[in-house]
């Protein structure tokens, strides 16, 4: 099993919103909990009246073992804070936003490095790569 960090704060979670932005932004800050939404249509115990719930988690053990023993779980999902992010909002277009946000991420995007002061200006600077991803993925 892969080897992902502790949530930021574990007397926190539980406590975020549900519904909050989906992927992107390329760079990570801190975890804040790890969600497995559950889907009745697919098989999980329907307890809210049909719609579709989440358990959270401290570790990504926790969430990867509930969701492979329950029917109707998803794979785990981090939920991320973003302190800034790089928006993409064409192909190729990136903007340095400069706002906070929560996302859920797939817990593999946790495997790029954390957002350090240098991450977002090195991809930004005219002597960057061609390929400025390498930065977010510690290869340049």
Known sequence: MAEYPNVKDASLIGTYPALVSGGGGYVWDDVLEYRVWCHPHDGAP???DGNDYY???ETY???LEFSEATLGAEQPLALIVQEEY???PEPGQFAHIKAQRLTE???EFLSRPRRH???IPAFFAPDAP???VDIL???A
């Open 55 to 57: 358990y959270v988690f």
């Open 61 to 63: 053990g926790e969430a």
């Open 137 to 139: 993925r510690g290869l």
């Open 117 to 119: 002061a240098n991450t």
């Open 105 to 107: 991420w797939p817990v």
């Open 46 to 48: 329907d307890t809210e």
């Open 86 to 88: 790089i928006d993409e």
């Open 130 to 132: 061609k390929n400025r």
